[in-house]
């Protein structure tokens, strides 16, 4: 019940075309394939087979064969088989059979924390983790990113090629992905950016029950959502996951796994788990989400930011490791021949001191204070309004990683106090 | 395993700039250059008065440039440009025949149907004449389409005086008022000194039927908005356009955010009642 992989030379063969012009058709999205570790493009006979029909090509019979019995039989296990059960010992194997499409990045340990790393070897992935340095927002909105590649001679510029490999990441807690469908709300508004859809709507997410600690407060801005933006989420119930599936893509890569189906116990154990997850986050806030834009626009003169200004060094940590910002800067760099270069963008931070400087020097939001009110504002107040919830998912980072110990969560709970004795 | 490429239908290639020719280069002020450009695909750029685009030098990055031409001089625009930081620096120079990068035109600019039958009074201070005159030059064009025209502008030193040959056309036209001044005067100034608010002073202007539309710097916006207060001009006849760092022009990077607002996308040009209560706007 094995997907037939085909190779540039096949597809070239039954076309009539040299293989040069089948990569070129993958290279400009025309035709979807993966590539072999050797870096060899592999196309899935059913991706052909749809490429095929839209160029209205014929079909060779025996790629139709293949794939039709794949589908049926997939279809039949799995209509009534949404919640399986995976032993802990075969995660591996998950892994494996995900990196025959995808990039695997899954967390590892690093330091007293973890890290969101590409997986070379699925013996590094620890599921069972508190939190990471920096969330898996970087893998749909890198840190640098590439957006142009230019000739400053001839002017030519153009976008650079997508990565022909997509990503799947592995082991995402809900909070972080709620911060990533937070991302998709902001880069679809307006205009949609193509730089960044191109790669995240290829990805694969499968989530994990969390381990909470006391900086986490999910429940408290409703961002406990387990079934939400995942492909696939896995519930920790000891010896096994309780694998929930929500997309076709997801199920997909579950194949071969020697998953059997949930039963009534394994199911309460998923609920138990689940439950855990939210009463365990350990950060305690006092004004529930639904009044903090308000809270944000009455404490706006509030002591209290003055106070926080004066703490705060201006280093924007709490930006970077931020699941939900995305404000960045934009640099162009000349290759050593300095006729050739690249434009990328940057994450930035307004907390720095130039982020809301013109050219003629003036800055909009010189006082750190008020750079702290701004972040306070983002989270909980402008963005918010218009996405319906808040845009701080409780992840607690900027808390465990802030130098001067500024908490989101304090303020909160100090602003309710400064505006009731306002 | 087959990998979808579900692609969002709506996903636009944001960050592409057109190539575009400088037809013209004009040194205007010791600081300030104006440059004509035409779009290489021959197309008009289609802007607003007000408008801005995002201007492209490769190696140097790119930087909103308020576009200073008023869309009724068709095939070729304008930018006035000060030499301030490394890229502006770069574009001033190259020569006529050079290649620079257009986006845009980005933001709302100039609400040219509203103000039709109004009397206009302009405010330009210093720089802020450059997206003005886009306005003022539309108004001009379509005479007809708007009552009494006023102008006021004002600068530092008679150096910084810009578009000095259009300034004496202004001046000469029966139909428009334009006074200018400068905050100091040399040898062989003989106008007005002072700060424009004292140009203001001196006018009379009809709130009810005048709207007032105000570009400078932010010192300016609080002075001149107080005086136009006294005047008892109402705060939804008072437009405003504000400079922020306008990184991407799409509303994505975040550096041009004033509250709860992106000026790039909302703005520039604001209806001063509508952010006069931002504690971020001036």
Not at chain 1, 37 to 53: D, Q, T, W
Not at chain 1, 245 to 265: F, Q, S
Not at chain 2, 21 to 42: A, H
Not at chain 2, 150 to 162: D, F, H, Q
Request: proline residues 5%; charged residues 25%.
């Amino acid at each position: 019940m094995t997907d037939r992989l085909l190779g540039t030379t096949d597809i070239a063969r039954h076309c009539g075309v040299t293989t040069e012009t089948v990569v070129s058709w993958i290279k400009s999205g025309k035709l979807n394939a993966c590539s072999t570790p050797g870096g060899r493009y592999r196309i899935a006979a059913r991706n052909c087979i749809e490429f095929l029909k839209e160029y209205g090509m014929p079909v060779p019979e025996d790629w139709i064969g293949d794939d039709e019995d794949a589908d049926q039989q997939t279809d039949e296990e799995s209509s009534h088989m949404n919640q399986l059960v995976l032993p802990k010992t075969n995660v591996p194997r998950l892994v494996d059979n995900l990196r025959k499409s995808y990039r695997v990045f899954g967390p590892v340990p690093r330091g007293n924390s973890s890290a969101f790393v590409e997986l070379d070897d699925a013996a590094e992935l620890q599921l069972d983790y508190t939190t990471t340095i920096l969330p898996p927002k970087k893998l749909v909105l890198p840190a640098q990113e590439e957006l142009l590649e230019f000739n400053t001679q001839t002017w030519q510029a153009r976008e650079p090629e997508p990565d022909t490999k997509p990503v799947a990441a592995l082991g995402v807690h809900p909070c972080d992905m709620q911060g990533i469908l937070r991302l998709d709300f902001v880069f679809r508004k307006g205009q949609a950016e193509s730089n960044y859809f191109d790669r995240r709507d290829r990805m694969l997410f499968i989530g994990t029950s969390c381990n909470p600690d006391e900086s986490c407060f999910c429940s408290a801005v409703g961002t406990n959502k387990f079934d939400e933006g995942f492909d696939l989420f896995l519930t920790d119930i000891g010896q096994s996951y309780l694998v929930s599936i929500l997309t076709d893509r997801g199920r997909e890569v579950l194949k071969g796994l020697g998953t059997k189906a949930a039963d009534e116990i394994d199911l309460n154990e998923m609920a138990k788990a689940r439950e855990r997850c939210s009463t365990h986050a350990g950060g305690q806030m006092q004004p529930s989400a639904s009044t903090l834009p308000l809270l944000a626009k009455d404490g706006e003169d509030a002591a209290l930011w003055e106070d926080i200004g004066s703490r705060c060094l201006a280093c924007g940590t709490c930006n970077l490791v931020c699941p939900t910002c995305y404000c960045f800067d934009v640099r162009d760099e000349l290759n050593l021949d300095l006729k050739s270069g690249k434009r990328s963008r940057f994450w930035d931070s307004c907390q720095l001191d130039e982020f809301a400087e013109v050219a003629g020097g003036e800055s909009f939001r010189k006082e750190r204070s008020n750079r702290q009110k701004h972040r306070f504002n983002r989270k909980f107040r402008y963005l918010a309004g218009e996405y319906g919830a808040p845009f701080c998912v409780g992840c607690g980072r900027c808390i465990r990683q802030c130098v001067a110990k500024i908490s989101i969560l304090e303020t909160a709970n100090d602003l309710e106090k400064a505006v009731a004795n306002l | 395993m087959p990998v979808e490429k579900t692609a969002c239908s709506c996903s636009e290639k944001l960050y592409l700039p057109r190539p575009a020719t400088i037809v013209k280069v004009r040194q205007v002020t010791p600081t300030e250059k104006l440059f004509e450009l035409r779009l290489d695909d021959g197309s008009d750029l289609g802007h607003q008065p007000g408008q801005f685009v995002e201007v492209s030098l490769f190696g140097y990055g790119e930087a909103p440039i308020s576009v200073s031409s008023s869309p009724t001089r068709k095939g070729t625009f304008e930018l006035c440009v000060r030499a301030a930081g490394s890229l502006t620096n770069a574009m001033h120079k190259l020569p006529e025949g050079a290649t620079i990068g257009i986006r845009g035109p980005y933001g709302n600019g100039f609400d040219t149907e509203q103000l039709k039958g109004k009397d206009i009074l302009f405010i330009g201070g210093g720089i802020g004449l450059v997206p003005l005159r886009s306005l003022i030059n539309y108004v001009l064009d379509n005479r007809g389409d708007y009552g009494k025209t006023t102008i006021l502008y004002g600068t530092k030193s008679p150096a910084e005086i810009l578009f000095t040959d259009e300034l004496k056309a202004w001046e000469e036209d029966p139909t428009v008022d334009f006074r200018m001044t400068v905050d100091r005067g040399d040898e062989n100034w003989t106008g007005h000194i002072g700060v424009i608010t004292t140009l203001l002073e001196d006018l009379e202007t009809g709130p009810a039927t005048t709207y007032a539309v105000v570009v400078g710097p932010p010192i300016m916006y609080k002075f001149v908005l107080l005086s136009l207060r006294s005047q008892d001009f109402r705060d939804d006849h008072v437009i405003v356009s504000l400079e922020r760092r306008m990184k991407c022009g799409v509303g994505k990077c975040g550096h041009c955010q004033m509250n709860s607002i992106y000026v790039c996308q909302d703005g520039p040009v604001f209806n001063y009642a509508r952010i006069k209560d931002f504690p971020e706007a001036f």
